[in-house]
């Protein structure tokens, strides 16, 4: 663990006292529009994608100088941690480039990649079920996804519940939850042949304890998961973080860097948040030494897409693809357990995937959607526009914007899209699948399956 750590954890218990209110309301807000100012950072709502190299240096460096000025707020002290620039500087220049995640035929090694790489980003299907209190179900779902051919790793939902037992958070029973849903995947993984998959990290785990009993249990590995060690929302920590990110060096497992900024909350814009993800970043290598970094943002309306998300996604990949040059991860669905048979849906997906091949991402988590046919198609679309380059995938996608969809039909039942006896799509999903196909294939995108 780098001198930086222990010298972060110093500060907040010396740094500047500041409430949390104050904090929030003033410094912040104040500061990061002032920087978006200073270095005429300008999103175009008619651009998906953010593609000027000026601008995303512009947005490194309006990163930077947000966490020097505004530093990290402590919750546990009340204290604000700052940085030097020098500090920032030693923490780029000692980052690793590449991170090897799974083992065996399954190991996959994220490379620094650019817009018209051939090269495809990763895609990471989630196992498992929405709101699920159903073990066998979930488990049944995530070998669904498992065997799919574009599946490079997979990504546990949360349990909604184990049976008829009580979920207590920061009790056992939240522990055995966690545990269960790795059991699950990992079963999943197996029964594929595929037993050296990346497994994600322990999507349930809400406390250090939680992530240490899943690691503890064996179920989860250095080789084949990664440990949470976010920043909570706005630049603000608290000693739990430090903590895991102190197991995850001890243990030799790889930290999982996320910032997940809410537009139009405490952010006015994307160009807030393409700022704020910066800063993030930096901030979580100084304390994780990690250089796996995830970054998605979202509106406070709940939605995944639109031309705000993706600007924002693609501008703070290309700001870091320019600068920092670490394995860059976004989201890879529009987070609707109900779109199984929604255009709008496998669209929205498509065009997260799209964003990530032309703005310099490695891979994508939570990649497809609620069935295995979406992840599969997700997967599909990843590697088919992988050599686009920014203008063209841009173009793409406000083609893809413009195509008039089917209404929904909502929710349908996971029994009339799969048969589970041989856990096969039924025709009602395939012919959904086909049709995507279709309206794909004609904008351009080419993949073998859709011959």
């Keep these: 663990m780098g001198k930086i750590m222990w010298d972060m954890i110093e500060r907040t218990t010396t740094g500047p006292i500041m409430s949390e209110d104050d904090f929030e309301n003033e410094l912040f807000p104040t500061v990061i529009a002032e920087l978006v100012a200073k270095h005429k950072i300008e999103f175009d709502p008619n651009e998906p994608i953010m593609s000027d190299p000026d601008m995303a240096d512009a947005?490194?460096?309006?990163?930077?100088?947000?966490l020097?000025?505004?530093g990290l707020y402590c919750k546990d002290t009340k204290r604000l941690v700052k940085f030097t620039e020098s500090e920032l500087w030693e923490v780029i220049r000692t980052r690793r480039h590449t991170v090897t995640l799974g083992t065996g035929r399954e190991a996959i090694t994220l490379d620094p990649r650019t817009a018209g790489d051939p090269r495809h980003p990763f895609t990471w299907f989630p196992a498992g079920a929405y709101n699920s209190t159903d073990v066998s179900r979930y488990t049944e779902l995530a070998k669904m996804v498992a065997q799919e051919p574009t599946c490079d790793g997979l990504i546990g939902l949360p349990l909604m519940g184990v049976g008829d037992k009580k979920l207590v958070t920061g009790t056992p029973a939240q522990a055995l939850k966690v545990l269960v849903e790795g059991q699950a995947i990992k079963e999943a993984a197996l029964w594929a042949g595929r037993p050296g998959f990346f497994l994600g990290f322990p999507m349930s785990a809400t406390t250090p304890l939680d992530l240490m009993h899943a690691f503890e249990s064996g179920i989860y590995t250095k080789d084949n998961a990664v440990m949470s060690v976010q920043v909570l929302q706005d630049l603000r920590i608290n000693y739990?973080?430090?903590?895991?990110?102190f197991f995850a060096q001890q243990a030799g497992i790889e930290p999982w860097m996320s910032s997940s900024p809410?537009?139009?909350?405490?952010l006015a814009g994307p160009e807030q948040a393409a700022v704020e993800i910066i800063a993030h970043t930096l901030a979580m290598m100084a304390f994780s030494d990690g250089s796996l970094t995830q970054a998605m943002s979202c509106s406070v309306h709940g939605t995944y897409q639109g031309n705000d998300i993706t600007w924002t996604n693609s501008a703070a990949s290309l700001a870091a693809e320019r600068n920092i040059q670490v394995p860059w991860i976004s989201f890879g669905s529009t987070a609707d357990p109900a779109g199984a048979l929604s255009d709008d849906t496998w669209i929205g997906t498509a065009i997260a995937c799209i964003t990530a091949c032309v703005s310099g991402m490695e891979a994508l988590w939570i990649c497809g959607g609620s069935t295995a046919l979406e992840c599969r198609m997700a997967g599909e679309v990843t590697r088919a526009a992988a050599p686009l380059s920014a203008a063209e995938g841009t173009d793409l996608i406000k083609r893809l914007s413009k195509i008039e969809k089917d209404p929904s039909p909502g929710l349908v039942p996971m029994e009339d899209l799969y048969?589970?006896?041989?856990?096969?799509?039924?025709?009602l999903a395939m012919n959904q699948y086909k049709k995507m196909a279709k309206i794909f294939k004609e904008e351009g995108l080419s993949y073998p399956t859709w011959e």
Excluded: C, H, S, W
């Design 240 to 245: 739990d973080r430090f903590n895991q990110a």
């Design 68 to 70: 020097m000025e505004v």
């Design 262 to 266: 809410t537009l139009y909350a405490y």
């Design 59 to 66: 947005i490194f460096k309006a990163g930077m100088e947000l």
């Design 419 to 427: 048969d589970f006896k041989n856990f096969q799509p039924k025709e």
